[in-house]
Nanobody, 126 residues
Framework: EVQLQASGGGSVQAGGSLRLSCTVS????????IGWLRQAPGKEREGISC?????????HYSDSVKGRFIISRDSARSTVYLQMNSVKPEDTAVYFC??????????????????WGRGTLVTVSS
């Protein structure tokens, strides 16, 4: 069974930091690209970041988070992290992680992922 578990959400003030985690099971972690998506109230899902398989290693960020968020992967824990820095109120959303084989070919627009997990809510106050 494929499972993608996003966690680490919560409330944070603007300018602060938060780290989200995506634990992966049921997939060959090293051969899997993992992306982060978010959906704010009344808006469609937005692809914000993706990291390719360990052999690929390509990293992508949307313009909305570039320079503020950092994606990384930890093979020992089969976990991908999203370090959120300098958060803004417009970052408020439910954050999801998703998976594709090897490459981040479907990260933007976020319609090409094969697997999706349940989201974690991030609320940024001003």
């Amino acid at each position: 069974e494929v499972q993608l578990q996003a966690s680490g959400g919560g409330s944070v003030q603007a300018g602060g930091s938060l780290r989200l985690s995506c634990t992966v099971s049921g997939l060959p972690f090293e051969d899997t690209a993992i992306g982060w998506l978010r959906q704010a109230p009344g808006k469609e899902r937005e692809g914000i970041s993706c990291v390719g398989s360990s052999s690929d290693g390509n990293i992508h960020y949307s313009d909305s988070v570039k320079g503020r968020f950092i994606i990384s992967r930890d093979s020992a824990r089969s976990t991908v992290y999203l370090q959120m820095n300098s958060v803004k109120p417009e970052d408020t959303a439910v954050y999801f992680c998703a998976a594709d084989p090897y490459y981040c070919s479907g990260w933007d627009p976020p319609v090409g992922y094969d697997y999706w997990g349940r989201g974690t809510l991030v609320t940024v106050s001003s």
